[in-house]
C-alpha cells in the first residue's frame, strides 16, 4: 500500500527505530549483525530471515515499515528454475493476506537477455532490474564479480492489534553453486516502524 492510498493520517507514533549500530537485537528473533561499508548491518540472509515483535501498542488503524534493503549480489529476479525466482518478502502476523511478495534482480539488462524483477510491485509483475533502487553498483558482499542494489522500501499494512509480529524473509533460489549465501543474500541498514491513525 501506499502513501497515497491512506488518506486523513492524524497522527504518527513511532515505535521502532534501529540502525544496528548498538547490536541490540532485543525484540528480534533470528538476528544478525555484520559489517557492510563501515556500518552494522542485518543479516546476510540466503533462504532465512528475522522476526521482529512489537508489543503494547496503543490504539492505531495502520503499521508502516520503513527499511534500507540492501540486495547482495548475484539476483536473478523471475528467472526460471534453476537461478530463481529470487524472492524477498514481509509478512505481518503470520497471515497470508497481509504479506508483501516481490523479486529482485542484480542481473545484467542486454536487448537479448534480461533477467526481470517485480520490486516495486509485487510478484509476478515483471520489471527491470534494479527499478526503484536508491543506489545501484555498490560494493559485493561476498562475490568476486557481485555488485549490491540499495532499496529504500515503505510499506504500509492496516493493523489494529495490540502487537505485532513482523517477519522479514527470503526465498533464494540457487542450486548450481557451492556456497549459496555468496552467490545471494540480503541485509537490512535499518528498519522503522510507526503506528498511523486516521
Ligand atoms: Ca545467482
Ligand atoms: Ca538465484
Ligand atoms: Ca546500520
Keep these: 500500500m501506499l502513501w497515497s492510498c491512506v488518506s486523513d493520517i492524524d497522527r504518527e507514533t513511532l515505535i521502532y527505530d534501529n540502525n544496528f549500530e548498538t547490536v541490540d537485537l532485543t525484540k528480534i ?21 528475522f522476526k521482529l515483535t512489537l508489543e503494547g501498542l496503543g490504539t492505531h488503524d495502520y503499521v508502516q515499515i520503513q527499511v534500507l534493503l540492501y540486495v547482495h549480489d548475484s539476483w536473478d529476479g523471475n528467472a526460471e528454475s534453476p537461478d530463481g525466482t529470487d524472492y524477498w ?38 520489471t527491470f532490474p534494479r527499478t526503484g533502487a536508491s543506489a545501484v553498483d555498490l560494493p559485493a558482499f561476498c562475490k568476486s564479480d557481485g555488485t549490491t542494489s540499495a532499496y529504500e522500501i515503505e510499506l504500509i499494512f492496516p493493523h489494529r492489534k495490540g502487537q505485532v509480529e513482523i517477519v522479514f524473509w527470503d526465498e533464494l533460489n540457487q542450486p548450481n553453486t557451492s556456497d549459496a549465501q555468496c552467490d545471494e543474500s540480503w541485509s537490512l541498514n535499518n528498519i522503522q516502524v510507526k503506528l498511523l491513525s486516521i
Design 29 to 49: 528473533e533470528g538476528g544478525i549483525v555484520t559489517s557492510y561499508l563501515g556500518q552494522n548491518i542485518l543479516g546476510t540472509y540466503n533462504n532465512g530471515g
Design 89 to 126: 518478502g514481509v509478512m505481518l502476523d503470520s497471515s497470508e493476506v497481509d504479506v508483501f511478495k516481490t523479486s529482485f534482480s542484480n542481473s545484467p539488462c542486454y536487448n537479448n537477455y534480461c533477467l526481470m524483477q517485480s520490486y516495486p510491485e509485487r510478484h509476478p509483475f515483471l
